[in-house]
């Protein structure tokens, strides 16, 4: 996050269950972080429940993440197409799903940074040109 002037606020390893995501998310959107990125669990196994989990935290989703994450991700792989991640809106908290794969993150990352800092703005109705 170096690259948008973000700090790491924390770290937490999570085993695959629902509530435990949502539990995790809604104490965080609590503390005002801006950003929130999970990694993982945005497949198609039946313990992929990451954006299961996001679906009852957030209050409004950003399509336009999603359609650019699986855009990306189609240009490195016809398994893309498989993603189910969500990205959405909690608060004034920013809540991204990113792939499992390191590598997949990074692509994935590649294509979100340069809209980060714009959508925090917007969520915290700080102003900001929206034609920039």
């Known amino acids: 996050m170096d690259s948008i002037g973000g700090e790491l606020a924390g770290y937490k390893i999570l ?3 629902e509530q435990l995501i949502t539990t995790e998310l809604k104490d965080l959107v609590k503390k005002d972080i801006d950003v ?8 198609l196994t039946p313990r992929d429940v990451t ?22 991700a189609l240009k490195h792989t016809p398994h893309g197409m498989l993603s ?7 608060n ?12 997949a993150v990074k692509e994935n990352l ?3 940074l340069p ?7 917007k969520i915290k109705n700080l102003g900001g040109d929206c034609a920039r």
């Open 51 to 72: 954006p299961e989990a996001t679906l009852k935290v957030i209050e409004r989703r950003i399509y336009g993440m999603e359609i650019a994450m699986i855009t990306e």
């Open 115 to 121: 809209a980060i800092p714009h959508a925090v703005e």
């Open 92 to 103: 004034e908290t920013l809540i991204i799903n990113l792939p499992g794969s390191p590598k």
């Open 84 to 90: 189910r991640a969500v990205v959405g809106v909690a």
């Open 15 to 17: 085993p695959d269950e």
């Open 36 to 43: 929130i990125l999970t990694t993982g669990g945005t497949g």
């Open 110 to 112: 590649k294509v979100l």
